[in-house]
Nanobody
Framework: QVQLVESGGGLVQAGGSLRLSCAAS????????MGWFRQAPGKEREFVAV????????YYADSVKGRFTISRDNAKNTLYLQINRLKPEDTAVYYC?????????????????????WGQGTQVTVSS
């Protein structure tokens, strides 16, 4: 029912910046938490960041704290991920996701299984 489309990925040198976007459809977009995950070749999909339905609270993986910023514009039905000071280890396909409900459990926000809808991903490649 919900469609998510990521954009903004590309090839960037280490130390550079990117701004990823995730356009969402559906009138319930603003009612749920949304997150970003990433997956490198040969590795499992890992949590990056999450933002609550209002946009007032965020949580980040330790590996990206201080460099990544998640935000949302509910009026535009869009989720963002600002990535600064890129590192080669940031290279991965980045996916946005939205929950289909609400949860009080921490584990639901940092695992792919906690989300009901996913985009197809956008490639981020960081060269050294």
């Amino acid at each position: 029912q919900v469609q998510l489309v990521e954009s903004g990925g590309g090839l960037v040198q280490a130390g550079g910046s990117l701004r990823l976007s995730c356009a969402a459809s559906g009138r319930t977009f603003s009612s749920y938490a949304m997150g970003w995950f990433r997956q490198a070749p040969g590795k499992e999909r890992e949590f990056v960041a999450v933002i609550n339905w209002i946009g007032s609270h965020t949580y980040y993986a330790d590996s990206v704290k201080g460099r990544f910023t998640i935000s949302r514009d509910n009026a535009k039905n869009t989720l963002y991920l600002q990535i600064n000071r890129l590192k080669p280890e940031d290279t991965a396909v980045y996916y946005c996701a939205v929950m289909g409900g609400h949860s009080n459990y921490y584990s639901d926000y940092v695992k792919p299984s906690g989300y009901d809808y996913w985009g197809q991903g956008t490639q981020v490649t960081v060269s050294s």
